[in-house]
Antibody, heavy 117, light 112 residues
Framework: QVQLVQSGTEVKKPGASVKVSCQASGYIFNEYYISWVRQAPGQGLEWMGWINPSSGATKYAQKFQGRITMTRDTSMTTAYMELTSLRPDDTAVFYC??????????WGQGTLVTVSS | DIVLTQTPLSSPVTLGQPASISCRSSQSLVHSDGNTYLSWFQQRPGQPPRFLIYRISTRFSGAPDRFSGSGAGADFTLKIDRVEAEDVGVYYCMQATQFPFTFGPGTKVDIK
């Protein structure tokens, strides 16, 4: 069965960086994009960008340009999302999701990132 | 960016009664490839979103058949035929026609 398993909770200070991992299993990793979605506490969903695991090509939302890097390790069937220059308003649950443009069909469990001094 | 507007933002419903959520886009969601990349998600408290409907009206594997999607262009609807207790949560529409992909603000469905 398709599974996306994300890394654990992080607590970071303002200005620091965080790197969240998303290990995929149960399907051919290279055949689907991985999207990353952010959800601030009590708020809605925000698409951050996606990566094509086959080519490594990425597309980021303009809002995160310059602060976000998505990478992948095909040998580990794992995608990564790194966000730098963290601010308190970056506190959120970050989700990875398998995506083929028709939609994000399988989601990771989410990773809570808290940014606080 | 494409803005998705959902109405209502809150929908108290009676068990067994229907519910309907509207999602309107700031522009047409018809892609140059002819597809309309509008999908719907359910999010229960403390859980990741669950994929329900894609390309306006195709139900995802495992989504109950009481959920249906309809619409075209820039105007879409999610309907729940007969609301059950497990349907409580927040429902989001999402467009993947144009970058950046965007979500609606969410509609909270709860039981009266």
């Amino acid at each position: 069965q398709v599974q996306l398993v994300q890394s654990g909770t992080e607590v970071k200070k303002p200005g620091a960086s965080v790197k969240v991992s998303c290990q995929a299993s149960g399907y051919i990793f290279n055949e689907y994009y991985i999207s990353w979605v952010r959800q601030a506490p009590g708020q809605g969903l925000e698409w951050m960008g996606w990566i094509n695991p086959s080519s490594g090509a990425t597309k980021y939302a303009q809002k995160f340009q310059g602060r976000i890097t998505m990478t992948r390790d095909t040998s580990m069937t794992t995608a990564y999302m790194e966000l730098t220059s963290l601010r308190p308003d970056d506190t959120a649950v970050f989700y990875c999701a398998r995506d083929d443009r028709s939609g994000c069909d399988y989601w990771g469990q989410g990773t809570l990132v808290t940014v606080s001094s | 960016d494409i803005v998705l507007t959902q109405t209502p933002l809150s929908s108290p419903v009676t068990l067994g009664q229907p519910a309907s959520i509207s999602c309107r886009s700031s522009q047409s969601l018809v892609h140059s490839d002819g597809n309309t990349y509008l999908s719907w998600f359910q999010q229960r408290p403390g859980q990741p979103p669950r994929f329900l409907i894609y390309r306006i009206s195709t139900r995802f594997s495992g989504a109950p058949d009481r959920f249906s999607g309809s619409g075209a262009g820039a105007d879409f609807t999610l309907k729940i035929d007969r609301v059950e207790a497990e349907d409580v949560g927040v429902y989001y529409c999402m467009q993947a026609t144009q970058f950046p992909f965007t979500f609606g603000p969410g509609t909270k469905v709860d039981i009266k």
